[in-house]
C-alpha cells in the first residue's frame, strides 16, 4: 500500500464537501441525502497547503425499513455510506485508506454499530473497495428505476416529499408532464454491511437465526 502518511482526514461541515461530490462523483448530487458525518481527504498540496482529494458522507439510511432489516436490535445505530468519491489521480488504495480512517473515527466517537453501503452496478461499480475494506457482502437488491430531472438522477421519492421545496417543484413538473422528468430503468445494485463491533455482529446474527 502506498505511504499515506502525509494524507490527513478531517471532519467537515456538508457544505464543505458538497460542491466537491457534485463535480467528481458519478452522480453529481447531494440530494435528499440526511446527512449525518461528513470527511474529506486531503493530500500534500502547493506551499505547504493541503488540498481535498476526496470526500465521504454518511447519512440515514435512505429506505426507511432499511435501519430495522440490518441493525433490528438498534435501527437508530445504522448508518448508510451514501458518497464516496477520490479524484482520479490519488495514489491506489486511497479509497481504502480514507474508509478506515472514518471508520477508526466513527468507532471513537459515536455509538453507530452498522454500517451499510450499495454499489451501483449501473455505473459499473460492483464494491470491490468496500470488499478491500472488509465490507461483508450480504447480497442484491431488486432492478428498480431513477428518476431522471434534467439529465441528473434523483431517487423515486423525491416526487412524494412536500415538506422539501425541491421535491414540490420537481413534483409540479412531473404533474405538468415535463419531458425531463421522466423515470428510468436501473440495474440492481450490491449490498454491503461493516459491523462497528463483534458483539452486536453476533447479536444480529443469533436474532436473524432465530
Not at 502525509?6 to 446527512?35: C, L, W
Not at 473497495?129 to 457482502?137: D, G, K, L, P, Q
Request: a positive charge; proline letters at 6%.
Amino acid at each position: 500500500m502506498p505511504d499515506f502518511k502525509d494524507y490527513t482526514v478531517e471532519v467537515v461541515p456538508r457544505m464543505a464537501i458538497q460542491e466537491f461530490i457534485h463535480k467528481h462523483h458519478y452522480s453529481h448530487n447531494t440530494n435528499g441525502i440526511q446527512g449525518l458525518e461528513c470527511f474529506a481527504l486531503f493530500a500534500p498540496g502547493n506551499f505547504g497547503i493541503p488540498k481535498m482529494v476526496g470526500a465521504m458522507m454518511y447519512a440515514i439510511p435512505s429506505m426507511p425499513n432499511t435501519a430495522k432489516a440490518y441493525n433490528p436490535i438498534n435501527p437508530d445505530r445504522c448508518v448508510e455510506l451514501r458518497r464516496l468519491v477520490c479524484i482520479d489521480d490519488t495514489p491506489k488504495n486511497a479509497e481504502s485508506f480514507f474508509i478506515a480512517q472514518t471508520i477508526k473515527w466513527l468507532r471513537q466517537n459515536t455509538d453507530y454499530e452498522v454500517i451499510i453501503s450499495f454499489a451501483d452496478k449501473q455505473y459499473g461499480h460492483t464494491g470491490v473497495i468496500y470488499r478491500a475494506s472488509n465490507f461483508e457482502f450480504v447480497g442484491e437488491t431488486g432492478a428498480g428505476r431513477v428518476l431522471m430531472v434534467d439529465g441528473r438522477e434523483y431517487h423515486s421519492r423525491s416526487l412524494s416529499q412536500p415538506i422539501k421545496p425541491y421535491s414540490r417543484r420537481i413534483r409540479a413538473r412531473w404533474e405538468a408532464k415535463d419531458p425531463d422528468v421522466f423515470f428510468k430503468k436501473r440495474k440492481s445494485k450490491n449490498r454491503y454491511v461493516y459491523y462497528l463491533n463483534k458483539g452486536i455482529k453476533k447479536k444480529i446474527k443469533r436474532l436473524k437465526k432465530a
